[in-house]
């Protein structure tokens, strides 16, 4: 069965510094893999997706995460966060057979001053 | 283009009583989502809808919980009687036909007292 895992819950980072939030996913089958983001009392919002072809997948507000196949990972990297990347952020991945979105349980980006 | 649409935004009631939210999803998605999310965790996944048809309704608790979508456009998510385990977020979702990306909408909060 598919599972997802966001090891950290929380993950404190000062305003500019750089931010990588994990998620290791479990799948027999060809996946595509999703993070989306919640700011506070809103909606998730798609932030971007890896369906094929190159690995390293670009958001248009400077996050970037890679698929890595053979650690079964898809981490979520930003060089210099600002104080507005304030949210929580979920890891999905779903089969290529089927949509249904398997979530992971969320990491909470806390960006200190 | 509008995105997925629900109301109401927030939602107060006692235990025992039934409440109702609705979902207008985005203009030609034929795929509708409900989720329930809890404080701290990913959403679950509740019902799936291919224009009228459930194909995916194995998470709800059929016990207390409906849902319909009648003419294959918007739907309403049903709880009666509610239960104080039941004070969640309540997301709907779409999808484009044959399309891997789901948009939400902005969630129902409901706290049950």
């Known amino acids: 069965a598919q599972s997802v895992t966001q090891l950290d819950s929380q993950v404190p980072v000062f305003e500019e510094a750089p931010v990588e939030l994990r998620c290791n996913y479990s799948?027999?089958?060809?996946?595509?893999l999703f993070w989306y983001v919640q700011y506070p009392n809103q909606g998730l919002q798609l932030l971007l997706k890896?369906?094929?072809?190159s690995t390293l997948v670009e958001s248009i507000n400077g996050f970037e995460a890679e698929f890595n196949k053979s650690q079964t990972s898809f981490h979520l990297r930003k060089p210099s966060v600002h104080i507005s990347d304030t949210a929580e952020y979920f890891c999905a991945v779903s089969e290529w057979s089927n949509y249904q979105l398997i979530w992971g349980a969320g990491t909470k980006l806390i960006i200190k001053p | 283009e509008a995105g997925v649409v629900q109301s109401p935004r927030y939602k107060i009631i006692e235990k025992k009583q039934p409440v109702a939210f609705w979902c207008n999803p985005i203009?030609?998605?034929?795929?509708l989502y409900w989720y329930r999310q809890n404080l701290g965790q990913g959403p679950e996944l509740l019902i799936r809808?291919?224009?009228?048809?459930?194909?995916?309704d194995s998470q709800l608790p059929k016990d207390r919980f409906s849902a319909e979508r009648l003419k294959g456009v918007d739907s309403t998510l049903k709880i009666q009687p509610a239960e104080l385990g039941d004070s969640a977020v309540y997301l709907c979702?779409?999808?484009?036909?044959?399309?891997?990306?789901?948009?939400f909408g902005p969630g129902t909060r409901l706290l049950v007292l």
């Open positions: 799948s027999s089958v060809s996946v595509y």
């Open positions: 979702a779409s999808s484009a036909p044959l399309q891997e990306t789901q948009y």
């Open positions: 203009s030609g998605h034929n795929t």
């Open positions: 890896y369906l094929s072809g």
């Open positions: 809808y291919e224009n009228e048809e459930a194909v995916d």
